[in-house]
């Protein structure tokens, strides 16, 4: 199965955007989504994910407080809401799949090899 991310666009900084991950084919109790970000010149990053059956959630630093994943079970659909935007967080924005949800929410955001399934990004502008 394929993940379909989807929601970029070009936004003022201290604006929002809110993008969604499709994830066909998947239970998403069973599976981390995660969202990974990768800027021009820069590693992929980690940003967000949320894990299995306890739909619990993790953060990367530099958006805490601002970004806020969610996930709609019905539509095997996770969304990454981001708020107060900032130019240092434009990039493509992915959203990934992985089954070993044994890990903890920061080791899954730390080493993006751990997801297996990936989708084809999203490009997110922030810009005046």
């Known amino acids: 199965a394929q993940l379909q991310a989807s929601g970029g666009g070009l936004v003022q900084p201290g604006g929002s955007l809110r993008l969604s991950c499709a994830v066909p084919?998947?239970?998403?109790?069973?599976?981390?989504i995660g969202w990974f970000r990768q800027a021009p010149g820069k590693e992929r990053e980690g940003v967000s994910c949320?894990?299995?059956?306890?739909?619990?959630?993790y953060y990367a630093d530099s958006v805490k407080g601002r970004f806020t994943i969610s996930r709609d079970n019905a539509k095997n659909t996770v969304y990454l809401q981001m708020n107060s935007l900032k130019s240092e967080d434009a990039a493509v924005y992915y959203c990934?799949?992985?089954?070993?949800?044994?890990?903890?929410?920061?080791?899954?955001?730390?080493?993006?090899?751990?997801?297996?399934?990936w989708g084809q990004g999203t490009q997110v502008t922030v810009s005046s």
């Open positions: 949320i894990k299995g059956s306890d739909g619990s959630t």
């Open positions: 084919g998947f239970t998403l109790d069973d599976y981390a």
């Open positions: 990934a799949a992985t089954g070993d949800t044994y890990y903890s929410g920061s080791y899954l955001l730390r080493i993006p090899k751990v997801f297996p399934t």
